[in-house]
């Protein structure tokens, strides 16, 4: 069955940077595109960023753009998040989550159980 | 970039009821919008993408539709288990927006 499994979260200071990964199995993670999506607490989903099956092609929200990084590792089955400079609106928890597609503009039909990053001094 | 305006943001309706949830893209997004149930404490779940095809796994009582650029999503028999917020996602174009979603409780 598909899984997708977070890691990386943790408290971490404004301005400061932090690394989220996401491990996918029981699919060909080759034949599908990636996304991250995060939710503030007690708020709605926000769309981070997204890369197709082959990391080419890269997609970011604005509030991401030019701060964070998205990249995928297609011989370990990996996804990662390089958040860097920080801020408190980005605490929230974060969730790996499967594109439907390969190119990287569709749908989200799995998702991991999220990773909460909190950002606070 | 496309916004998408979900309304109302909390309802409460009886069970038996049949309840409607709109979302309004700013822009044509043809037919590709998606439905999402998210219980609470859990993780978010597809229910309905490219405005209608329902998940296997849900009830026939789900169902999408569309008017131009306005989204419905009508649960037809409102049940216990429906309590949820339900979110609305452009999936024609980045940046992949969701609406602010809907809070369905019972009344």
């Known amino acids: 069955q598909v899984q997708l499994e977070e890691s990386g979260g943790g408290v971490v200071q404004p301005g400061r940077a932090l690394r989220l990964s996401c491990a996918a199995s029981?699919?060909?993670?080759?034949?599908?595109?990636m996304h991250w999506v995060r939710q503030a607490p007690g708020k709605g989903l926000e769309w981070v960023a997204g890369?197709?099956?082959?990391?080419?092609?890269?997609y970011f929200a604005d509030s991401a753009r030019g701060r964070f990084a998205i990249s995928r590792d297609n011989s370990k089955n990996t996804l990662d998040l390089q958040m860097n400079s920080l801020r408190a609106e980005d605490s929230a928890v974060y969730f790996c989550?499967?594109?439907?597609?390969?190119?990287?503009?569709?749908?989200?039909?799995?998702w991991g159980q999220g990773s909460l990053v909190t950002v606070s001094s | 970039d496309i916004q998408m305006t979900q309304s109302p943001s909390s309802l409460s309706a009886s069970i038996g009821d049949s309840i409607t949830i709109t979302c309004r893209a700013s822009?044509?997004?043809?037919?590709?919008l998606a439905w999402y149930q998210q219980k609470p404490g859990k993780v978010p779940n597809l229910l309905i993408y490219?405005?209608?095809t329902l998940l296997s796994g849900f009830p026939s009582r789900f169902s999408g539709s569309r008017s131009g650029t306005d989204f419905t999503l009508t649960i037809s028999s409102l049940q216990p288990e429906d309590v949820a917020t339900y979110y609305c996602q452009n999936h024609h174009s980045a940046p992949l927006t969701f609406g602010g979603g809907t809070k369905v409780e019972i009344k």
């Open positions: 989550a499967r594109g439907w597609d390969m190119l990287g503009e569709g749908y989200f039909d799995y």
């Open positions: 490219s405005t209608s």
């Open positions: 029981g699919f060909s993670f080759t034949n599908h595109a």
């Open positions: 890369i197709s099956y082959d990391g080419l092609n890269k």
């Open positions: 822009q044509d997004i043809s037919y590709h």
